[in-house]
């Protein structure tokens, strides 16, 4: 069958994935209002009934706004880990549909086998996952403060890989966000700089990837080429052969 995915936006200002198999779609994230949302998936030839199941990754705003308007205009559950549903509940963003989900167990929604895991980033639960079909494998990674061995484990041996490259180390501290945030982004729990990703990319890369996009990058503190330079230097590859998601315009449908 294989594997299609895009982006509706990614970074601090909304993140929305699809992921396609078969004849079941799913949404990662919905970090746009309903409207909007909307719009961003016009773009991609879809419509909200298109989706058939909603997966959070964890509860800040940039990932869940939407989750609510959008699963119940979709009229899909929503699934998530036991602390992001509180959260969200807590907020008053809860979708109606929810199915609480683990870290490490794997699930099948449709056609996708999905196996969710868990990264350390300063929300409740995070969770990121891994997509297949049976043949081929995406791996999906932002909002991390570090890497673990057990996030490189599961990220071994994808054919296509989406990776957070949120800041170059040297824009973040010579900017202008307060020492406070300065501290919270580039910390342990905070989010991947490009030099870290590229040394998990080194670590992951196996003889079936096919495909890599720069993620969750900053407007503020990287740029895409500083981005594409780091995972094409540990790929050796060229820079154009990195794909960059953006957030206003998002990542185009790539099959793998």
Same mark, same amino acid.
């Given at each position: 069958?294989?594997?299609?995915?895009?982006?509706?936006?990614?970074? !601090?200002?909304?993140?929305?994935? @699809? +992921?396609?198999?078969?004849?079941?779609? +799913?949404?990662?994230?919905?970090? /746009?209002?309903?409207?909007? $949302?909307?719009?961003?998936?016009?773009?991609?030839?879809?419509?909200?009934?298109?989706?058939?199941?909603?997966?959070?990754?964890?509860?800040?705003?940039?990932?869940?706004?939407?989750?609510?308007?959008?699963?119940?205009?979709?009229?899909?559950?929503?699934?998530?880990?036991?602390?992001?549903?509180?959260?969200?509940? =807590?907020?008053?963003?809860?979708?109606? !549909? %929810?199915?609480? @989900?683990?870290?490490?167990?794997?699930?099948?929604?449709?056609?996708?086998? @999905?196996?969710?895991?868990? +990264?350390?980033?300063?929300?409740?639960?995070?969770?990121?996952?891994?997509?297949?079909?049976?043949?081929?494998? /995406?791996?999906?990674?932002?909002?991390?403060?570090? %890497?673990? $061995?057990?996030?490189?484990?599961?990220?071994? &041996?994808?054919? $296509?890989?989406?990776?957070?490259?949120?800041?170059?180390?040297?824009?973040? $501290?010579?900017?202008?966000?307060?020492?406070?945030?300065?501290?919270?982004?580039?910390?342990?729990?905070?989010?991947?700089?490009?030099?870290?990703? #590229? &040394?998990?990319?080194?670590? %992951?890369?196996?003889?079936?990837?096919?495909?890599?996009? =720069? #993620?969750?990058?900053?407007?503020?503190?990287?740029?895409?080429?500083?981005?594409?330079? #780091?995972?094409?230097?540990?790929? &050796?590859?060229?820079?154009?052969? @990195?794909? %960059?998601?953006?957030?206003?315009?998002?990542? &185009?449908?790539?099959?793998?």
């Amino acid at each position: 069958m294989g594997i299609r995915f895009a982006s509706l936006g990614s970074g !601090s200002k909304g993140n929305a994935w @699809i +992921v396609e198999s078969g004849n079941t779609r +799913v949404m990662v994230d919905c970090g /746009f209002a309903g409207r909007e $949302a909307e719009r961003r998936l016009a773009r991609l030839g879809l419509e909200l009934d298109a989706i058939d199941a909603l997966l959070i990754t964890h509860e800040h705003s940039d990932h869940g706004r939407g989750a609510m308007r959008v699963a119940r205009a979709a009229r899909c559950s929503a699934y998530m880990s036991h602390g992001c549903h509180a959260m969200l509940a =807590a907020l008053g963003e809860a979708p109606d !549909s %929810v199915s609480i @989900i683990g870290d490490r167990t794997s699930f099948a929604i449709g056609d996708i086998q @999905i196996t969710p895991y868990p +990264v350390p980033h300063d929300a409740r639960e995070p969770l990121q996952f891994v997509f297949t079909d049976g043949a081929t494998r /995406f791996g999906m990674l932002t909002d991390a403060g570090h %890497v673990t $061995a057990h996030m490189q484990a599961v990220l071994a &041996d994808c054919d $296509a890989l989406a990776l957070e490259c949120n800041h170059d180390r040297e824009l973040l $501290a010579g900017g202008r966000y307060p020492e406070t945030l300065k501290r919270r982004i580039g910390g342990p729990y905070g989010h991947l700089d490009n030099a870290a990703t #590229a &040394d998990l990319l080194r670590r %992951v890369r196996g003889p079936r990837l096919r495909q890599v996009v =720069a #993620a969750h990058l900053s407007q503020e503190n990287n740029r895409p080429e500083l981005a594409r330079a #780091a995972l094409s230097g540990a790929l &050796d590859c060229s820079g154009d052969w @990195i794909g %960059v998601a953006d957030q206003e315009q998002g990542l &185009d449908w790539r099959t793998i």
